[in-house]
């Protein structure tokens, strides 16, 4: 007979009279919390106030007065606190000051100089005291003014004071045209992929797509070098469209670009070389790295 354990269209419609024991031991009792205030007192405790104790106010230390944020310090002013700005002080001359007018020292008595191993005499020592003021045995303007043997260039007033100078042209960079100079100048990179293309007939049109990218490469003319490159390039485009029109194989397709690229690289080689060796010619600086 089927029962409720069969699916719920087999539960019986009224409520039983009683459910059978279960077939499982009961639950253990939860244990109890513990009680921290099991232990405590119940009354809550009186706190008195001690009889010799000393108001709060009477334990404060007297200090000394203090000194008003709000007043300047008292120093004696300086050649930098007198004036306003460093420039002020650094040009201007103080009226209380004057020159020392005490007679310079003299020149300490020392040890006794020590003969060289030559038989020189040693050079004497000069102590000086610090407390004594050092007097200069040259003048400002003795020291400023260069010697017959330091020319100053033109006097002022003269033409050529207010003249550009002695002035020569620099030394050119540009090292003039040799073997060396015009692959320095067209890159390796460039030559070498140019050659590729040129030489190379089914990978033609991968090796011109690397020269355009070496084209940065270039230290004479760079903007004419990718203005043919760009040109060269719009016109490999054009082939490649007149060929799907005619053509719908795609070994036909890339013949007729393999072509085209070959033809291009050998225009672009000869172009970027002529380029560079009228740029050597005439001796132009170089361009700075793409």
């Not at 269209?9 to 109890?32: H, N, S």
């Not at 355009?212 to 760009?230: D, G, Q």
Request: aromatic content about 8%.
């Amino acid at each position: 007979m089927a029962s409720w354990e069969d699916g719920p269209e087999y539960a019986p419609l009224a409520r039983p009279e009683q459910f059978a024991a279960p077939r499982v031991a009961p639950l253990d009792r939860a244990p109890e919390p513990p009680r921290p205030a099991a232990d405590l007192p119940t009354d809550h405790p009186r706190w008195e106030q001690p009889r010799d104790a000393k108001p709060l106010d009477e334990l404060v230390p007297d200090l000394p007065a203090a000194r008003d944020p709000h007043q300047p310090f008292d120093a004696p002013a300086a050649t930098l606190t007198t004036y306003d700005t460093a420039w002020g002080a650094a040009h201007t001359v103080l009226g209380d000051w004057a020159p020392p007018t005490d007679a310079p020292i003299e020149a300490a008595p020392g040890p006794a100089p020590r003969p060289t191993a030559d038989g020189a005499a040693a050079p004497v020592l000069v102590r000086h005291d610090p407390n004594r003021p050092i007097t200069l045995t040259r003048t400002r303007e003795q020291v400023q003014r260069p010697g017959p043997e330091q020319p100053i260039g033109a006097q002022p007033g003269t033409p050529g004071w207010f003249g550009p100078g002695q002035w020569a042209p620099p030394a050119p960079q540009n090292p003039g045209l040799s073997l060396r100079s015009f692959v320095s100048g067209l890159s390796v990179p460039l030559l070498i992929t140019l050659l590729a293309g040129g030489l190379i007939l089914p990978l033609s049109p991968l090796f011109f797509v690397a020269a355009a990218i070496c084209s940065r490469f270039v230290r004479y003319r760079r903007s004419w070098v990718r203005s043919a490159f760009i040109v060269c390039g719009a016109m490999l485009g054009t082939a490649l469209i007149m060929g799907a029109l005619f053509t719908a194989e795609v070994g036909g397709i890339w013949n007729i670009l393999s072509w085209s690229s070959l033809f291009a690289s050998w225009a672009c080689l000869i172009w970027s070389s002529g380029l560079v060796i009228s740029a050597l010619r005439q001796h132009e600086r170089p361009e700075a790295r793409g």
